[in-house]
């Protein structure tokens, strides 16, 4: 059956001053505002990763947000890769 709002999946790695300024929290709240599913992580290398899904035009936002981020961060590279939503996520959540 096809859907008729078209759906995306995005997975994101995002560089810069990303870690200790809130920026899990806050992509949370963002991504739940917009009703779109996933996770959010920081890494090791001291960058951000995304997973997310849902309506394409809310996940496009979620990105578009993500290439600047909250107050204190200072975003310098912000690494896409898309594909086709997989439907398993019910929720946004922080990964730890």
């Known amino acids: ?9 995005v997975s994101l790695k995002i560089e810069g001053r990303v870690q ?3 920026f899990r929290a806050a992509t ?3 991504a739940r505002r917009l009703g779109v599913g996933g996770w959010v992580m920081n890494c090791y290398d001291g960058s951000v ?6 309506v394409r035009s809310n996940v496009e936002q ?5 290439k600047h981020g909250p107050p204190g961060a200072a975003v310098t590279d912000v ?4 594909g086709m939503a997989r439907d398993e ?7 730890r």
């Open 20 to 22: 200790g300024v809130n």
């Open 62 to 66: 979620l990105v578009s947000w993500c």
């Open 1 to 9: 059956m096809k859907r008729s709002v078209e759906h995306a999946r």
């Open 89 to 95: 996520f019910h929720d946004f959540r922080i990964r």
């Open 49 to 54: 990763e995304v997973l997310a899904e849902g």
């Open 79 to 82: 690494k896409e890769e898309w």
């Open 28 to 30: 949370l709240a963002q």
